[in-house]
């Protein structure tokens, strides 16, 4: 998984890559509960499934935007940088979990998520 993200990201380092996976996965986990969380963990090496696990998920709701907000300030980063290193750790989830388990992922979390999993967010019309 790695390697992926380091490969999307076109990081620098495997040590940023790192960074990057350890700040988003432990974001989503905060955000995933139920069968989603423990599929989600099932699909992803053991370390990264450890890192999602580790978390207690949170009871606030947070939108994408806002979920992207969240790891900027834990970090300091620029909104941009952790917009970038989300997009980056997600595609690499996309790659593990598989169509059917992000859709499933995405109707858990509130909107704004499937961008950041490079998936239209579709709205039904009024």
């Known amino acids: 998984m790695l390697e992926r993200v380091r490969y999307e990201g076109a990081y620098p380092t495997r040590e940023r890559a790192d960074e990057a996976v350890h700040l988003v996965l432990a974001g989503l986990g905060r955000r995933l509960t139920g069968d989603e969380r423990v599929d989600l963990a099932a699909c992803l090496p053991l370390e990264a499934a450890r890192v999602l696990t580790a978390q207690i998920p949170d009871t606030q709701s947070l939108t994408g935007w806002a979920f992207v907000k969240d790891l900027a300030t834990r970090t300091g980063a620029s909104l941009a940088t952790t917009r970038w290193d989300t997009g980056s750790v997600f595609a690499a989830v996309n790659a593990h979990a598989g169509p059917d388990l992000i859709t499933r992922i995405l109707g858990q979390l509130p909107t704004g998520y499937a961008l ?7 709205h039904p019309a009024a």
């Not at 950041?116 to 579709?122: D, I, K, M, Y």
């Open 116 to 122: 950041l999993f490079g998936r239209a967010e579709l």
